[in-house]
């Protein structure tokens, strides 16, 4: 449906490597989305950067893995981590159950908030993944 951005969420934008970020009061909240946790499988095991690294846009800041496979998580903008999920150390399968909610993975003060705009829509990435 054309403008819902499919199961994806339009108060965020999105990467084509399949992260997503929001705002959440001065700071933006990092994950990885539905499409891409169904690609994933059953998540096993999550390695993600600790409070005070620095991000950069396009690299990787840690990584997923599944019963199925290893997959690297690229940082959708640059900046400072400022809280980490620490709950998916013990329970990584929140991404599986709820990859938009308890599945977030890192919160970040971003060095510069036009990066984010850049990124894609719901609708945009929807187009992307074909859902």
């Known amino acids: 449906m054309p403008g819902t951005g499919g199961d994806n969420p339009a108060d965020r934008r999105y990467t084509s490597e399949h ?3 929001k705002a959440e009061g001065e700071h933006y909240v990092v994950g990885i989305t539905a499409f891409a946790q169904d690609q994933l499988g059953d998540i096993v095991y ?7 690294d620095r991000i950069e846009s396009g690299k990787t800041f840690g990584v997923i893995e599944s019963v199925k496979t ?8 640059s900046g ?8 998916l150390v013990d329970q990584p399968q929140s991404v599986n159950d709820d990859p938009y909610a308890t599945g977030w993975m890192i919160k970040i003060r971003v060095d ?8 894609l829509s719901a609708d945009q990435y929807s187009e992307q993944t074909g859902e």
């Open 112 to 119: 510069d908030a036009a990066q984010v705009d850049q990124l």
């Open 46 to 52: 999550i390695e993600l950067p600790k409070v005070g």
């Open 80 to 87: 400072e981590v400022v809280e980490v999920n620490s709950d």
């Open 70 to 77: 290893a997959s690297d998580l690229y940082a959708p903008v």
């Open 19 to 21: 992260e997503w970020i």
